[in-house]
């Protein structure tokens, strides 16, 4: 069997890992969306792994160099909250990665919609709508990148 065959059986039975950028202010609030997400939010993906951003110098570098499939990003973050970071992002990269919004209030929603974000995920997190939405995005992203259907069930 030559090597290109076999890496392609190894891509088919191996799903594609991910990595989601956790951002806040509070190290408490990212560990919080980590536990929500948790490390496979589908079936139907891989391994999920988070790198932590505290700063919006962090969260910037990150999506300008690409280093991320997602951004989760902490709407109530201080001193630059995530609405801003996303509505930044989505306007001055031509090739944003996906962001979900995590915001304190229902009533906060129409701030998610001004800052652009892909998905919105309400405080206190339920962790199973919470891997459905990260399940759903990562899946749009992925099956974006390789021109294929698929359909995720967290």
Not at 109 to 116: G, K
């Amino acid at each position: 069997m030559d090597g290109s065959a076999g890496e392609r059986r190894r891509k088919r039975y191996n799903p594609a890992e991910f990595t989601v950028l956790l951002y806040s202010h509070d190290a408490t609030t990212r560990e919080r969306m980590r536990t929500a997400v948790g490390h496979k939010p589908s079936p139907a993906l891989g391994k999920v792994d988070f790198v932590d951003a505290e700063t919006i110098d962090q969260v910037i570098a990150a999506a300008d160099a690409g280093a991320a499939d997602l951004l989760l990003l902490d709407g109530e973050a201080w001193p630059t909250g995530g609405a801003g970071i996303s509505r930044q992002l989505k306007n001055e990269l031509a090739s944003c990665p996906p962001v979900c919004l995590f915001i304190a209030r229902q009533a906060d929603r129409w701030l998610a919609a001004w800052s652009q974000a892909d998905a919105v995920i309400v405080h206190p997190a339920d962790p199973i709508l919470t891997a459905r939405t990260v399940a759903e995005v990562l899946s749009k992203r992925h099956d974006a990148s390789t021109g294929r259907v698929s359909t995720v069930r967290a």
